[in-house]
């Protein structure tokens, strides 16, 4: 699982459009789940192996934060993956 943007360590504000994708998932339908500072701001039902969620960062305290994205395969398998950023609104 990687999310290619944005990139770790970046400054964000406004809405940021996250990219995430999965390899080696079950086929069929998967559950994204996006996360910023521990709150969901976005999720996703979708059978492919790519989403692009919007994160509005005004619902995020300015300052450091990790981002998250979680998926569930329709086999119950779950991958996750974090990285930092930080919100500068």
Not at 20 to 45: C, H, M, P, Q
Not at 59 to 88: E, F, R
Request: net charge negative; glycine share 12%.
């Amino acid at each position: 699982m990687v999310i290619t943007s944005p990139s770790s360590g970046v400054t964000v504000s406004g809405t940021v459009w996250v990219n995430i994708w999965v390899e080696r998932a079950a086929a069929g339908a998967k559950v994204f789940t996006l996360s910023a500072g521990g709150a969901t701001v976005g999720s996703a039902n979708d059978p492919g192996v790519h989403v692009t969620l919007p994160w509005n960062t005004a619902a995020t305290p300015n300052g450091a934060t990790t981002l998250s994205a979680t998926v569930q395969d329709a086999s119950g398998a779950t991958a996750s993956i974090s990285l930092p950023v930080t919100v500068g609104n």
